[in-house]
């Protein structure tokens, strides 16, 4: 049966006033979505879903070392502090990596869902600049999913977790298989990722759960 809560009619009137595309707004026949059971529990820390990982990555020295923690339902929040490497506009975040942090954020939902899905459509708002030093507060949802299509949201705040928002975006992610990534990805990489002794990290970039 299709789902369309008053929350989701606002957000598609809020969408329709910021912009995002009729491609980014679910439709009738989406539903509401459900956190899989055996989701991280609320306040809990995703972690990185690979050490690599230009978003959450450990490993990476320039990433974004974004930490993402489950909240209730299928939301999450999450921080990213802004560094020299990460200026576009001396002084300032480069734009491209704030898409960066929100896409990160976004697709980490997907934990939530215990779905694999990759970023099909992203579009964002750039609100305020952001200067090298800030921390960038997230918080992230997914509003409906219709068959492999996932819609979600995202804001990002400076100055605490109820200040100015300085980003958002809405987005499309589309739930792949997990030869999405055997077939592309290149050998060596895919070779390493599934010997990491960490099970849970395993788990979630091989194993697609119902
Ligand atoms: C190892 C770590 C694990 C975990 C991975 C975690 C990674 C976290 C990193 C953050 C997330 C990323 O950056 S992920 C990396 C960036 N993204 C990518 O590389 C994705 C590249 N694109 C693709 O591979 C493909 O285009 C897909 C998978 C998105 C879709 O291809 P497909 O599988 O053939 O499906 P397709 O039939 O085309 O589309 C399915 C449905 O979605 C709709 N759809 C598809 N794309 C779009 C779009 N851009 N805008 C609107 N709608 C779209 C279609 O209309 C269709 O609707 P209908 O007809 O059904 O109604």
């Known amino acids: 049966m299709a789902w369309c809560p008053d929350s989701l009619d606002a957000r598609v009137r809020s969408a329709a006033v910021s912009g995002s595309s009729a491609a980014l707004q679910p439709p009738a026949s989406a539903r509401k979505p459900e956190r899989h059971p055996d989701a991280p529990a609320p306040g809990e820390l995703l972690g990185a879903h690979y050490e690599h990982c230009f978003g959450c990555g450990h490993e990476q020295p320039h990433g974004l070392h974004l930490e993402a923690r489950a909240g209730e339902g299928v939301s999450l929040t999450a921080e990213f502090t802004v560094r020299p490497a990460h200026q576009g506009a001396p002084g300032l975040a480069h734009g491209g990596v704030l898409a ?19 970023t099909g459509r992203l579009e964002t708002d750039f609100v305020r600049p952001v200067p090298v030093g800030t921390t960038l507060h997230l918080a992230a949802e997914v509003v409906a999913v219709a068959g492999r299509k996932i819609y979600s949201t995202a804001t990002g705040r400076m100055d605490g977790p109820t200040g100015p928002v300085a980003v958002r975006a809405e987005a499309l992610f589309v739930e792949v298989p997990v030869e999405h990534f055997v077939d592309n990805g290149r050998e060596e990489e895919i070779q390493a990722a599934m010997k990491d002794p960490d099970q849970a990290r395993r788990t979630r970039a091989f194993e697609v759960n119902p």
């Open 100 to 118: 960066t942090a929100l896409d990160e954020t976004l697709g980490s939902l997907n934990w939530l869902l215990r779905k694999i899905a990759v």
